[in-house]
């Protein structure tokens, strides 16, 4: 999913977004500000943006042919001419600055409901669901060192001991206002979209253990429980605030889900254990040594025959220079380190070198989905880019 798409709708109100059992108090300016925030998302993105490649088709390539003899070869040669233009430079500046006031609103909202949230996240009634979490476990540096999506404390900020500010944080109008609500009320689109693309391509898949890795607050993982509400789904981050708040959240939409905090570079399930390993939007957030070593667990504790699918970040292999520096620009100015090395890695080699067999592996651009009152709609088309693979029942674990 790229934000810079021209053929986006509209962005939606923030108040279309779903209200649960952990949703905070929002005041009504508090709403104009998000609503404002989104439509500024939107402006840029649509209004602003295309003027970034005229920039470039107009000055920045002609004058690269006057001065070496030639167009640019790769983004790093069209990143060091671009960065010189003031068109650019602005672009690039309210992209940021619609995420640093993103954050402004949202941060004085959890702040003032903070007690509140969390004294909720601690009094749900079981739906079945369960929480795990594990103290001793050591937390990757390359989790705390970062402010992942410029978040501030990152992903593992309790606000308190037991806390859970980082999940509160990443849970209000995150993706809604990046969205423009495309995700759905729930936010929930990427699953949604796994689960309509594994029903087209798997159609006798019925996992009876499902596993989902990096899962946050669990936007992405309810949908999977939904679709398969027969199956047991566990859902692992390594950090302990997104589950604290994940649990919670769940539990308040009443979809048991068994929550746990684990590096999934080495998990504690057994071999074989799950027909269907998930993500959503979390390889290209670790560096390339940790996805290889996901990659191996993965394939470890699927079971002969069954699947994983990763919904992520298109690749750069086919796109042109120009189109891979603008996608580049998340990882220099929105605190994500590891896209571009994610983007430009050989996935291939990632799930063969992980046990799986090469004729098993899939790369898929996938319509977007959402469920509806009549059922899953498929939407759109190539919103998502799948990765996955099947693991082959005569194969070792």
Known sequence: MHPERADRPGPKSIRHEGRHGLSPAITHDELAWFDFIMASYFFVAQAV????KLTYERRVE??????????????????????????????????????EMSYMIRGGIVAREYADVARRAKTNASTGGTLRL??????????????????????NHDGEPGGVWAGAMYDTGSLFLATGGELGVWNDGAGWAMVAHLKQRFPRLRPRRILDLGCTVGHSTLPLKQAW?????????????VLRFGHARAESLGVPVHFSQQNAEATNFPAGHFDLVTSAMFLHEVPQGAMAR???????????GGVMIHAEQ?????????DQFIREWDTFYNSEPFRCPFRDMDLMRLATDAGFSSKHVFRDMAAGAMKTATGLERRGDGFWFMFGATKDAQRPS
């Not at 992942?148 to 990152?154: A, E, M, R, S």
């Not at 509400?229 to 605030?241: G, K, T």
């Not at 298109?314 to 120009?322: A, V």
Request: hydrophobic fraction near 35%; charged fraction near 25%; include cysteine.
């Open 134 to 155: 594990d103290p001793n476990l050591a937390v990757p540096r390359y989790i705390t060192a970062v402010d992942i999506h410029c978040q501030p404390g990152g992903y």
């Open 229 to 241: 509400p027969e199956a047991e789904v566990f859902a692992i981050d390594a950090c302990a605030p």
């Open 314 to 322: 298109p690749q750069y292999h086919g796109q042109g220079p120009f």
């Open 294 to 304: 996901v990659a191996r667990e993965t394939h470890r504790v699927l079971a002969p």
């Open 62 to 99: 002609p004058a690269a042919i006057r001065a070496i003899g030639r167009k640019p070869r790769d983004r790093r040669e069209v990143r060091q001419l671009m960065h010189r233009e003031p068109y650019w430079q602005m672009w690039s500046s309210l992209k940021r600055n619609n995420q």
């Open 49 to 52: 943006y295309p003027g970034n």
